[in-house]
């Protein structure tokens, strides 16, 4: 009964691939977020969506595409892997986009472009 | 331009002793200040968070400490345990900023 459910867990692909990384969670919030981890830990956030919509769009190439087809749902399309993509990407989701945030983390996709 | 800055990158304490994490914060309308525990091959967990109406709060052997005049706030492990060692992190949220930012986290390792 995971709350916030990512996969694949592992990814592994060659450069220039187009790869999908899933994301559902159960806790009934309505926005979502993608965050990337670095090799130094660093976490960055990507994008957020709050009710299936965009709010938040960092300085992110163009090649990383979300979708959210519905509140519980928020995917991550990644067009033309390239080497430094290589990290790993977390789901996570909090009740409302404003104000306080308490995250709820996916436990993580491990992307490794080769 | 960095709004949370966490100190030190890194930290090893017996076990039993005191580990102390430090984050200063830039945006005076954040109001939520939450700490995260990271394990290797885990998300960030919430471990416990203060709002800047108070200037400590405890749960178990972990404490908030938050002064803000200085625009600070710490963690404090009290009894260190082997199983406490994890990458923490900081992070501050609030006003309509939409968005939590993180500090740049601390890898803790409690030596047994």
């Known amino acids: 009964d995971t709350a916030v459910s990512q996969t694949p867990k592992y990814l592994v692909t060659q450069m220039g691939n187009d790869k999908s990384i899933k994301c559902e969670q159960n806790l009934g919030h309505d926005t979502m977020y993608w965050y990337k981890q670095d090799s130094k830990k660093f976490l960055k956030i990507m994008f957020s969506y709050n009710n299936k919509e965009l709010i938040i769009n960092e300085t992110v190439p163009n090649r990383f595409s979300p979708k959210s087809p519905d509140k519980a749902h928020l995917n991550l399309h990644i067009n033309s892997l390239e080497l430094g993509d290589s990290a790993v990407y977390f789901c996570?989701?909090?009740?409302?986009?404003?104000?306080?945030?308490?995250?709820?983390f996916g436990s993580g996709t491990q992307l490794s472009v080769l | 331009q960095q709004q949370v800055k966490q100190s030190p990158q890194s930290l090893i304490v017996q076990k039993g002793g005191i580990s102390i994490i430090n984050c200063a914060y830039e945006n005076t309308a954040f109001d939520y200040f939450p700490w995260y525990q990271q394990f290797p091959g885990k998300g960030p967990a919430l471990l416990i968070a203060i709002r800047p109406d108070v200037s400590e709060k405890k749960e178990g052997r972990f404490t908030i400490s938050f002064n803000k005049s200085a625009k600070q706030f710490s963690l404090h492990i009290m009894d260190s345990q082997p199983g406490d060692s994890a990458t923490y992190f900081c992070a501050a949220s609030g006003g309509n900023a939409g968005k939590s930012t993180f500090g740049d986290g601390t890898t803790l390792t409690v030596k047994p």
């Open positions: 996570a989701s909090s009740q409302g986009s404003q104000g306080s945030q308490k995250l709820f």
